[in-house]
């Protein structure tokens, strides 16, 4: 990688799968900045150096054309803080190539050209990246950076022809500008693929743990609110009803509230005022509570609201089978979060003893606390009554705000320094690894474009010629064995990389002392500006003092030489100066760059992991939005009308008919928690939810298995269990519900031989919406007062086989 680019302006369009693509926008809106400033200094380093080397008669013009030059350099520095039009940009550049061409006539001399040929080539190097979106227009540049330099030799000599070899030398760095930044380019690319592959599917694991945490929380509403309510309905008669109105009109609020977007923070006191019963004078409520809240209680929305859903659910817990209408709500500051305990003195149970399937604690009282960070317990006895105690304490879970949903899995997360920390390490590598594998590249083709030739062309003047020849292939040893490492993304190991710098050294000594002094750095020293750029491959992943220390000791061998033979002349001086300032002191700034590029990578992870957050939100939010939609539109056909009536009292909670149309979607609401039970029986599983809520309205129903149901899509189950939930929620006495498994076929029937409304066999209602399943059948016929309902499901051939083998 030599050098600089245009940032900001990169081609967007290309891959667009990649993402945010932030290696890439780093990589070049640091080379762009790096590509100004070093040519910057190169001009303004070379110019005063060439200044010194000329004839003083001269300085004058030059000094005009060199400072006009360096205005040029300065206009451009000013761009990147604020940009200039193309046309600018363009016409800048390409004064700095031609002023620094025609300065060499005016200085006159070696020196000139020798700081002719080092302004042009860094001008044609950085060029090749400042405009790497238009490369049409790097290349013209580059070109009338050869073209003044030309002009240049033609004038400085007239009747001379240019110097090819400096033309030649022009173009081939410009192209090895140009293929380094699309090799460093498309690493970085490499890193914004992987990223964005790693964070879709984080992406895809944070929405299903959202959406399945959401579905979670939807149905522990739904427990606390219709579904308690109807089953209520359903299996009273002859009760006081005053508090059926305001609980479904707050059923029906509660139910149409989207959760799992509330922010911020809520006074916990205040919530639990308004549990039904906490008010003073509220004689309708189920429970009459006595109250001693200490507030305000500040706590973050997701943990306040999750205790306050809980209350309710316990409240209603307490009215359903505490055998009291008096409990105990307190609530007070600890530890930097907030206790809330409810208590009653009722008939008490055995925590231990209740079913799985009874979800009214495991879901809506301690599911949602440990959802939250928090903790739920419960203590009673038979006789003793019951302590629910809530517990929250600041800093058990991050608070619940935009950026992170309520209720997600930490198993599904890793914490946010990890995940930053290893997009990170991934942009690091990418980008060194490119850039070794640049350095690879100007080694090999310096080696054998431009080195080869000079070696060749001048062996009559090394003392002797053979060392030379081999320094010559011990680099390329070196480079063989570094390519071998590099191209299969390995990195170098320590004894490689101590043996390769060791020969490199050994290459720069080797050829400073067996060329006569006077030349070194000229035409005929070929390795001066070669051994930096294998020494780059072999250190870039280290600290840039261990290179600068390499660099270093390069120089000083090579002044060691020079010095042996006598103290050289200013003009001498100058010119190895420029030598220096264009070679090594290039590669220098390269491995600047280098790790310019590696500080700056967690400013990319950090756009990375932002950008992508935004996209995960939005994702969330989009699904949790469709989810809530399909769910209330699911309820529409039957709860809400049920909610809706009872709530405005359109519909009698004394008339029989409503009280079974509440039993059968009670039955239905159960059949849909069982769903998500992890067990190895789902369809008997939810066959028990719905038979559990018959017996609870005192019918006595039997339930008999024959054979192995093996895997039923769930789809399927609701389908055939849908109309023996309706049959069993209007069965008042007796009923026989019958489970038959084949390799072929699912039967479920149920016979009930006391309906209350066995004169209606039509089919009621769909549960929540759910379409009929064209591979499930219906039958119901009735007799003497019976009604025997049957659904059938006929599995497709493949599962028939899998069954079979089961």
Not at 279 to 298: C, H, M, N, W, Y
Not at 343 to 359: E, K, L, M
């Amino acid at each position: 990688m030599w050098h600089g680019g245009r940032g900001g302006n990169a081609d967007r369009d290309v891959e667009s799968m990649a993402g945010p693509r932030s290696s890439e926008h780093l990589f070049d809106v640091t080379v762009e900045r790096y590509g100004l400033w070093l040519r910057s200094t190169v001009v303004f380093l070379c110019s005063a150096l060439g200044i010194v080397a000329a004839d003083a008669a001269t300085n004058p013009l030059a000094l005009s054309l060199l400072l006009t030059a360096l205005l040029a350099c300065a206009v451009r520095l000013h761009g990147l803080r604020h940009p200039l039009p193309f046309a600018w940009r363009w016409t800048l550049d390409a004064l700095v190539v031609v002023l620094t061409g025609l300065s060499q006539p005016v200085l006159g001399g070696g020196g000139a050209d020798v700081m002719v040929e080092a302004i042009l080539g860094i001008c044609v190097i950085t060029f090749q990246q400042e405009w790497a979106v238009r490369p049409m227009v790097g290349a013209t540049l580059a070109a009338l950076g050869a073209v003044a330099c030309a002009l240049g030799d033609v004038l400085s000599s007239p009747g001379h022809g240019p110097e090819l070899t400096a033309l030649v030398k022009l173009l081939v760095v410009a192209g090895l500008s140009r293929a380094a930044y699309l090799i460093v380019r498309t690493r970085a690319r490499a890193a914004d693929r992987s990223a964005a592959a790693w964070a879709a599917s984080r992406r895809e694991a944070d929405v299903a743990a959202a959406r399945r945490a959401t579905e979670r929380e939807y149905l522990a509403t739904l427990h606390d609110t219709a579904s308690a309510t109807l089953l209520m309905v359903s299996q009273g008669d002859g009760r006081d009803w005053s508090w059926l109105s305001p609980r479904a009109r707050e059923d029906l609020e509660a139910l149409s509230a989207m959760p799992g977007f509330e922010t911020g923070s809520v006074d916990l006191a205040e919530l639990l005022r308004c549990v039904p019963g906490a008010r003073e004078g509220e004689e309708q409520a189920l429970v009459r509570l006595k109250t001693r809240i200490d507030g305000p209680l500040t706590v973050p929305s997701g943990p306040g609201l999750a205790i306050f859903n809980g209350v309710r659910e316990a409240v209603t817990n307490v009215a359903r089978h505490a055998g009291v209408r008096e409990a105990e709500l307190r609530a007070r500051a600890e530890q930097g979060g907030a206790v809330v305990e409810l208590s009653d003195a009722g008939r008490g149970f055995d925590p231990g003893s209740v079913p799985a399937r009874r979800r009214g604690i495991s879901n809506s009282i301690v599911g949602r606390m440990h959802a939250v960070g928090g903790s739920a317990t419960i203590t009673s006895e038979p006789g003793s009554g019951t302590l629910v105690r809530w517990h929250w304490r600041a800093g058990t879970q991050q608070p619940w705000d935009d950026a992170r949903l309520k209720g997600e899995p930490r198993a599904h997360q890793l914490p946010a320094p990890a995940q930053h920390a290893a997009v990170v390490r991934l942009i690091r590598g990418q980008l060194l690894h490119g850039a070794q594998l640049a350095a690879l590249l100007i080694s090999l083709l310096s080696q054998f474009v431009l080195s080869l030739r000079q070696l060749t062309a001048y062996q009559e003047v090394y003392r002797p010629a053979w060392v030379q020849t081999v320094a010559f292939v011990c680099l390329i040893v070196v480079a063989v064995v570094g390519a071998t490492y590099l191209l299969r993304g390995r990195r170098l190991p320590p004894a490689v990389r101590g043996w390769g710098v060791a020969s490199v050294l050994g290459v720069s000594a080797a050829c400073a002392f067996t060329l006569p002094p006077e030349r070194l750095t000229g035409a005929e020293d070929w390795s001066y500006g070669l051994v930096g750029w294998h020494a780059l491959f072999l250190l870039a992943d280290l600290r840039i003092r261990v290179f600068a220390a390499f660099l270093g000791a390069h120089i000083a061998i090579n002044v060691t030489a020079v010095f042996l033979l006598g103290a050289p002349t200013a003009a001498d001086t100058a010119v190895m100066g420029i030598a220096a300032v264009s070679t090594c002191g290039f590669q220098l700034s390269v491995g600047v760059l280098m790790h310019l590029l590696h500080d700056a990578a967690p400013a990319a992870g950090t756009a990375a992991a932002r950008e992508e957050e935004l996209r995960t939100r939005e994702r969330i939010h989009e699904d949790m939005q469709r989810d809530h939609k399909e769910r209330y539109r699911a309820l529409t056909a039957t709860t809400v009308p049920l909610l809706v009536g009872l709530g405005h009292g359109t519909l009698s909670p004394h008339d029989e008919e409503v009280r079974l149309r509440c039993g059968v979607e009670a039955a239905r609401m159960r059949r849909l928690f069982a769903e998500s039970d992890a067990v190895s029986d789902p369809l008997l599983n939810e066959l028990r939810a719905c038979v559990e809520v018959a017996e609870h309205r005192g019918a006595t129903i039997s339930l008999a298995v024959r054979g192995r149901q093996g895997e039923v899509p769930v789809r399927i189950r609701r389908e055939l269990i849908d109309p023996v939930a309706v049959t069993l929620s209007r069965t008042r006495s007796i009923a026989r519900v019958t489970v038959v498994s084949t390799p072929s076929s699912v039967r479920v029937s149920v016979i009930s031989e006391d309906r209350a409304d066995c004169r209606h066999t039509e089919e009621p209602p769909r549960a929540h919406g759910h379409a009929a399943d064209a591979g499930v059948t219906v039958a119901r016929t009735t007799r003497d007062g019976s009604l025997w309902v049957e659904a059938v499901w006929r599995r497709p051939t493949e599962l028939q086989e899998l069954t079979r083998h089961e």
